[in-house]
């Protein structure tokens, strides 16, 4: 049965009556706020990139779980497919009629659910497919093990998924070495359920999560290469252990890559010579080697027969995560890049209390509304934006560079605003020689605060209020209330 029985969305009708119209100001805290205009933005770069490059796109909606991002993610050019990824069921299953609706136009639809095949999904999947038709539905395999549950959801819903071979590019989540001997122990039975007409083998698929851990552009767009490099070793391998097996009716193989770095960074391919403080990096000999490398590299792939495909998630809405990755120049990924934010409430300060002799505060968002994730440019859980404190200008140069308030502790409900620096100036600077606080804030103010990871952030809210920059002098107004799909 559907998720949306037992996990129905939070009331959009009612919300809206409650709250569009007002100022976040007046809105309870802890609180999701999405900047629409930041969102449009991100996400026609991301199409833009991919239509220029003439590479295929695949949205993953795990992060925001709305229908109103999927739209913008997948654009409204008619003749553009509506690819997108799920990392549960309830996504699918809240998405279907918007899905529905793009497919009743005429435009191509597929869903690929983001984990490995299990029996469990077979019947809600199902019920994708039966409602999308023939193509609608695509599924992971790195187990042998996978494809009697892959023949289970073709008998249940009459529609044959699409299925590609996950390539662990070292993470070690999921997936199987493009060159190893387990590969071809899953691909040959996958392509025995093909012959079988049970599955259509459509590619390779891979996450290069270490990419989180890069630096530069240069390192992301590299990164990015290793995944198509690998999909592709994995892809000649398939298809000769398919002549092999007398397949011969192989689809040209899909290799899809990318976690958000290096989605990113496709698109120095177009943005090289951006007008910008990062122009002695786009000149670097070593990011034009790249650059003209992963050029060459998806050539190659088309020339093969085969066909690249972009993927990535929290691209839309961005964090400190993605800033800290540096993967594209600051004209596309800086602090005003950023969509999401929490609304948060100061409860208490305490002079003197921090490191140092400086004061720390304590804001209503602790665990449970931030997350538990780290950002490797910085000690703490988020940053304190300029939003709601006078004075405060916007942090100049990197996540790395920053000085300020950040939620340096917290508990479940309890975060701890401390004054600290990003380890770069830290480490140029001993903790006695950071500048005092350039503003205190007060009990009852309202600051907001950018979190490190979206995707775990924006799970803990049932709805975003939502804000558009793009309209001045209204810059606080809620336009608008999205509603998430909740459960698994």
């Known amino acids: 049965m559907s998720s949306l029985t037992y996990y129905p969305a939070s009331p959009r009708k009612e919300l809206i009556a409650e709250y569009v119209g007002k100022s976040i100001r007046d809105v309870p805290t802890p609180a999701a706020i999405i900047n629409v205009a930041a969102v449009r933005r991100n996400c026609s770069?991301?199409?833009?990139?991919?239509?220029?490059?003439?590479l295929g796109w695949r949205a993953h909606v795990k992060t925001h779980k709305t229908v109103e991002i999927t739209r913008l993610q997948v654009g409204d050019d008619a003749a553009f497919p509506v690819n997108i990824v799920i990392s549960t069921l309830a996504e699918g299953e809240f998405l279907l009629q918007a899905l529905k609706e793009y497919k009743s136009q005429g435009r191509q639809v597929n869903v690929l659910y983001g984990l490995p095949i299990t029996a469990n999904a077979v019947d809600r999947l199902a019920a994708i497919a039966s409602a999308l038709g023939e193509g609608s539905v695509s599924i992971l395999l790195d187990d042998p093990a996978q494809l009697p549950v892959a023949a289970k959801l073709r008998q249940a819903s009459g529609v044959a998924p699409h299925a590609s071979i996950k390539i662990d590019m070292g993470g070690k989540r999921a997936g199987v070495a493009a060159?190893?001997?387990?590969?071809?122990?899953?691909?040959?039975?996958?392509?025995s359920a093909h012959r079988n007409g049970d599955i259509v083998l459509a590619g390779l698929y891979s996450h290069a999560g270490q990419s989180y851990g890069g630096d530069s552009r240069a390192a992301a767009i590299k990164m990015m290469g290793a995944e198509i490099t690998a999909m592709m070793v994995g892809a000649d391998r398939i298809k000769a252990q398919a002549a092999e097996q007398g397949v011969?009716?192989?689809?040209?193989?899909?290799?899809?890559?990318?976690?958000?770095p290096t989605a990113l960074s496709v698109q120095n391919l177009l943005s090289q010579h951006d007008d910008d403080d990062d122009a002695q990096a786009a000149s670097s000999p070593e990011l034009q080697a790249e650059v003209q490398s992963l050029t060459t590299l998806f050539g190659a792939v088309k020339s093969s027969g085969h066909v690249v495909e972009i993927h990535a998630g929290v691209y839309p809405t961005l964090d400190l995560q993605q800033l800290a990755a540096h993967s594209m120049s600051a004209s596309r990924l800086s602090w005003g890049d950023i969509a999401l934010?929490?609304?948060?409430?100061?409860?208490?300060?305490?002079?003197?209390?921090?490191?140092?002799?400086?004061?720390?505060?304590?804001?209503?968002?602790?665990?449970?509304?931030?997350?538990r994730e780290f950002c490797k440019a910085y000690d703490g859980m988020a940053m304190v934006t300029p939003w709601g404190r006078p004075g405060a200008s916007p942090p100049a140069g990197d996540v790395e560079d920053y000085e300020g308030w950040t939620v340096g502790r917290f508990s479940q409900e309890h975060g701890i605003l401390t004054w600290a620096a990003g380890k770069r100036r830290a480490s140029s600077k001993t903790a006695a020689a950071l500048g005092p606080p350039s503003d205190m804030v007060e009990v009852g103010q309202k600051v907001k605060l950018w979190p490190n990871h979206a995707c775990i952030t924006s799970s803990h809210f049932g709805w975003y209020f939502v804000v558009?920059?793009?309209?001045?002098?209204?810059?606080?107004?809620?336009?608008?209330?999205?509603?998430?799909?909740?459960?698994?």
């Open 45 to 54: 770069r991301m199409l833009e990139a991919c239509k220029s490059l003439k």
């Open 179 to 191: 060159d190893s001997d387990r590969l071809l122990e899953v691909a040959g039975a996958a392509l």
């Open 341 to 371: 934010t929490v609304l948060a409430e100061v409860h208490g300060t305490y002079p003197g209390r921090g490191e140092n002799g400086t004061p720390e505060a304590l804001v209503g968002a602790g665990g449970l509304a931030l997350g």
């Open 248 to 260: 011969s009716s192989l689809p040209a193989l899909i290799l899809s890559g990318g976690a958000s």
């Open 468 to 488: 558009d920059e793009d309209q001045p002098g209204k810059e606080d107004e809620i336009v608008d209330i999205w509603t998430k799909a909740r459960g698994w």
